[in-house]
Nanobody, 127 residues
């Protein structure tokens, strides 16, 4: 069982930046692809970004390309989501997720593909 703990959320103004962190309770962090999802009020949860196992290929939903950057630190068992030029429409609860390595097909944008989830953290962007 892997526990994921998000941090770094909060209330900011439009145009500000935030960096979300997600720390995994595992000694084999390299075995997990990591994803970020978000859920805005009244909407379904949606994919934001993901980073694969060793090698770190990255994926982004179109609406955040060029605005958000995902990265991971294997020494700290942590994945980050740097969010720049935030907009009110980025307001949501952000969730971190982990997918255990296997040889099957990995669909970064599918929440069904993830084995573990964090509790979520609120990001609110005021206009």
């Amino acid at each position: 069982q892997v526990q994921l703990v998000e941090s770094g959320g909060g209330l900011v103004q439009a145009g500000d930046s935030l960096r979300l962190s997600c720390t995994a309770s595992t000694r084999t962090f390299w075995r997990y692809a990591m994803g970020w999802f978000r859920q805005a009020p009244g909407k379904e949860r949606e994919f934001v970004s993901a980073i694969t196992w060793i090698g770190g290929s990255t994926y982004y939903t179109d609406s955040v390309k060029g605005q958000f950057t995902i990265s991971r630190d294997y020494a700290k068992n942590t994945v980050y989501l740097q969010m720049n030029s935030l907009k009110p429409e980025d307001t949501a609860v952000y969730y971190c997720a982990a997918r255990t390595y296997d040889t099957g097909t990995y669909s970064p944008g599918s929440d069904d593909d993830y084995d573990y989830w964090g509790q979520g953290i609120q990001v609110t962007v005021s206009s």
